[in-house]
Nanobody
Framework: QLQLVESGGGLVQPGGSLRLSCAAS????????IGWFRQAPGKERMGVSC????????YYADSVKGRFTISRDNGKNTVHLQINSLEPEDTAAYYC????????????????????WGQGTQVTVSS
């Protein structure tokens, strides 16, 4: 059974850091692209970073470049999102999603090819 489970969210002060994890089961990472998306209240869900599970190629949205780092641990079938220098604007529910290997950039920009979503983890940045 295909499953994505996010963890690591929480309440953090501006300038702080969090490490989100997306644990996958029912498939192996090296056959898919995994993406992180976020959705703030009243806004559309948008892609922040995606990673090719086979060759490790990545995409980052302009708004998070330099602060977010996506990585994969194929041995643990897990994708991480390290978030540094958190800003109140980063407050959102963060979701991971599964898509095809060819779609690293298009999956993040247009949500093309997404086959499955996790349930999400909440990140709140507030003093």
């Amino acid at each position: 059974q295909l499953q994505l489970v996010e963890s690591g969210g929480g309440l953090v002060q501006p300038g702080g850091s969090l490490r989100l994890s997306c644990a996958a089961s029912g498939f192996t990472l090296d056959l898919y692209t995994i993406g992180w998306f976020r959705q703030a209240p009243g806004k559309e869900r948008m892609g922040v970073s995606c990673i090719n599970g086979s060759d490790g190629s990545t995409y980052y949205a302009d708004s998070v470049k330099g602060r977010f780092t996506i990585s994969r641990d194929n041995g643990k079938n897990t994708v991480h999102l390290q978030i540094n220098s958190l800003e109140p604007e980063d407050t959102a529910a963060y979701y991971c999603a599964l898509g095809p290997l060819w779609a690293v950039q298009s999956m993040c920009i247009t949500r093309a090819g997404i086959r499955y979503w996790g349930q999400g983890t909440q990140v709140t940045v507030s003093s």
